[in-house]
């Protein structure tokens, strides 16, 4: 997965040196919103209950200006463990729910890059976040993680000026300081966003 990460990365940073004829879409600021699903791969499975590559989902929100962009996510981690009782009810033992809030900046290579009224843009940034929620169950304790980094790359291919499709991959870093339990993971995350153009 880490080998996979590090190619992701680099294919990124190799297609901003390609040159290119500029789009004819929006090279204006602009404000996008939108939604995110990715597959999600823990650092330590046991931090959230054996579930890996498990689903993860979040909502988006950005403002683009020329050479940067700064985005905001809200996601939503919930993972359970339980098992049936004779009656054919489910008992959770242990339950995990954290709600990740981040802010990044991210540097854009390349404006736009593409021909007529398609392009994509390849983006590298850095971020914080914060983990809002609660661990329950027997290895568990209510609890909110620290203000932790997060690095991101990812491409977006834009569609005349207002729809991005963009495919990101992220890794958010969270120890936990107390236990040192290590509550860091990786998304790559499929995402779609409509965009406000502000400027031309």
Same mark, same amino acid.
């Given at each position: 997965?880490?080998?996979? !990460?590090?190619?992701f990365?680099?294919?990124? &940073?190799?297609? %901003?040196?390609?040159?290119?004829?500029?789009a004819?879409?929006?090279?204006?600021?602009?404000?996008?919103?939108?939604?995110?699903?990715?597959?999600?791969?823990?650092?330590?499975?046991?931090?959230?209950?054996?579930a *890996?590559?498990d &689903?993860?989902?979040?909502? !988006?929100?950005?403002?683009?200006?020329? $050479?940067?962009?700064? @985005?905001?996510?809200?996601g939503?981690?919930?993972?359970?463990?339980?098992?049936?009782?004779?009656? %054919?009810?489910?008992?959770w033992?242990? @339950?995990?729910?954290?709600?990740?809030? @981040?802010?990044?900046?991210?540097? &854009? =290579?390349?404006r736009?890059?593409? !021909?007529?009224?398609?392009? #994509?843009? =390849?983006?590298?940034? /850095?971020g914080?976040? &914060?983990?809002?929620?609660s661990a329950?169950?027997?290895h568990?304790? *209510?609890?909110?993680l $620290?203000?932790?980094? +997060? /690095?991101?790359?990812?491409? @977006? #291919?834009?569609?005349?000026?207002?729809?991005?499709?963009?495919? *990101?991959?992220?890794?958010?870093?969270v +120890?936990e300081g *107390?236990?040192?339990?290590?509550y860091?993971?990786?998304? +790559?995350?499929l995402?779609?966003?409509?965009?406000? =153009?502000?400027?031309?």
């Open positions: 997965m880490r080998r996979l !990460q590090h190619l990365l680099l294919s990124i &940073l190799a297609g %901003g040196l390609i040159p290119a004829e500029t004819t879409a929006s090279n204006g600021s602009g404000l996008s919103f939108g939604i995110g699903t990715a597959s999600m791969s823990a650092s330590e499975s046991k931090a959230y209950l054996e *890996d590559n &689903l993860y989902a979040e909502v !988006q929100a950005a403002y683009d200006n020329g $050479p940067v962009k700064l @985005e905001l996510h809200v939503i981690i919930e993972v359970k463990s339980g098992h049936v009782n004779y009656s %054919g009810s489910t008992s033992d242990e @339950e995990v729910s954290f709600v990740p809030i @981040e802010v990044d900046l991210n540097l &854009l =290579p390349l736009l890059v593409g !021909q007529g009224h398609s392009a #994509f843009q =390849p983006y590298v940034g /850095i914080v976040g &914060l983990m809002v929620g329950k169950g027997a568990y304790e *209510d609890k909110n $620290p203000i932790a980094p +997060v /690095i991101r790359g990812g491409v @977006e #291919f834009y569609i005349g000026n207002r729809h991005i499709i963009g495919l *990101d991959i992220a890794h958010h870093g +120890v *107390d236990s040192g339990l290590d860091s993971f990786t998304t +790559v995350m995402n779609y966003r409509f965009r406000f =153009p502000l400027a031309k």
